[in-house]
């Protein structure tokens, strides 16, 4: 590694150095270079890079420090399932695959396209490789009937860093699951999809760290022509988590849901962050985000739909973020972003946070239920909007969020 490239962070922190030193350990390669230097423009993200100012892991990530608590339980395990695993000891996959699905292991480092507007997915994809995993898993999705795939991303470990890149051929379908489980001082994964033509894609993430490990989860997703994605997120936090979603719809008629939902107790601070190109005529965005935050919890939501002049007319799209503040202290920051440059479209947003309807604690109350139980009820009740398209997977976040309710 050049001396140009270390100097580019400015003031490196220990946890930055260390990084360094894990790239500087790996195969030289340009494109891995190129990627890293994304990333060493900025180095770990702090609170005065705009897009990050809510969420400063340069001050969160002190040391890569092996975490005493173990990784999260799976809930989103399934029997049958094809199952891929990401530690930081390396990557597993099973020998037999599932008709229409097909795995390539590349150990060299591909291109990533808008590598600099996502610093951590650029450093996941400049650290992945190490040991026993690929640089880049590459997988192919051919078939119109449903492929079902899991992903396991867990430590125990200092730093797990891997990146999957998904080509969805014409009218291919792709149910896939993501389970972010956390056990490494830094876990930081790429998860990149193409959809071409009518190609359907479910997916859905489950996010869940400790309070002393540092969380980042991008994924980039384009679209062709009547692609269409429906994405659910369920997430707890960590010391610091971010998930990052990036799409654009490239041909008309791309369609896309983006729903997500977070429960933040004293300690956790989770940040959902999305942003929404719509780069051809005629396409449609849904996106519904919920939130309830205890006292020393912090939930952060940015989206931003850009909508360009010429391409983007008769653009359908919809943004709506709603937060619960259960404690006294519990912190929500919310930027909902319309940039529409575009005169024939229907853009909406909107904002809200605030604390848990009295009324409606009284009515449950007078009926005889704990003021506890009443409020888990309708905390419940106010973020199963968010898990609607979770398929399958509804019933598992659904009882995970329950769970995690009955213990404040």
Request: charged content about 20%.
């Amino acid at each position: 590694m050049s001396a140009a490239l270390k100097d580019m962070i400015r003031n490196p922190t220990v946890a930055e150095l260390e990084l360094v030193a894990r790239y500087a350990a790996l195969k030289a390669d340009p494109r891995r270079e190129r990627l890293f230097e994304a990333f060493a423009q900025t180095g770990l993200p702090h609170r005065r890079n705009e897009e990050w100012r809510w969420s400063d892991f340069k001050a969160a990530v002190t040391g890569l420090d092996v975490p005493a608590a173990p990784p999260a339980a799976d809930p989103l395990a399934t029997d049958g399932v094809t199952t891929l695993k990401f530690t930081p000891q390396g990557y597993t996959a099973p020998a037999t695959l599932p008709p229409g699905l097909r795995l390539l292991a590349k150990d060299e480092a591909q291109a990533m396209s808008g590598a600099e507007n996502a610093p951590l997915g650029a450093l996941a994809a400049a650290l992945s490789g190490a040991k026993n995993a690929p640089a880049t898993l590459l997988a192919e999705v051919t078939d119109e009937a449903p492929v079902r795939l899991h992903m396991v991303f867990s430590g125990p470990g200092a730093i797990n860093a891997a990146r999957v890149v998904f080509l969805l051929r014409p009218g291919a379908r792709l149910e896939v699951s993501e389970s972010h489980l956390g056990g490494a001082a830094f876990s930081t994964a790429l998860v990149e999809y193409t959809l071409q033509e009518g190609a359907k894609l479910s997916r859905v993430v489950y996010q869940r760290g400790g309070k002393t490990e540092a969380q980042a989860i991008t994924a980039l997703i384009h679209q062709d022509a009547d692609a269409e994605t429906k994405q659910t997120v369920l997430a707890f936090g960590a010391k610091v988590a971010r998930i990052e979603t990036r799409l654009v719809h490239q041909e008309t008629g791309s369609h896309a849901t983006l729903n997500a939902a977070y429960l933040a107790g004293d300690g956790y601070h989770i940040d959902f962050t999305s942003h929404v190109r719509h780069g051809a005529r005629a396409c449609v965005t849904r996106q519904v985000t919920k939130g309830a935050v205890l006292d020393g919890g912090r939930g952060v939501f940015q989206g931003k739909f850009h909508v360009p002049r010429n391409a983007g007319q008769q653009t359908d799209a919809s943004m709506q973020h709603n937060a619960l503040l259960l404690e006294e202290g519990a912190e929500v920051f919310a930027k909902p972003e319309l940039e529409i440059l575009a005169d024939d479209v229907q853009c909406a947003h909107g904002n809200t946070s605030g604390a848990l309807d009295q009324n409606q604690l009284f009515y449950l109350r007078q009926r005889g239920i704990p003021l506890e139980k009443a409020r888990a009820l309708l905390t419940e009740a106010f973020i199963a909007e968010a898990l609607e398209e979770a398929g399958d997977h509804q019933e598992a976040l659904r009882a995970e969020a329950q769970s995690w309710l009955s213990e404040v």
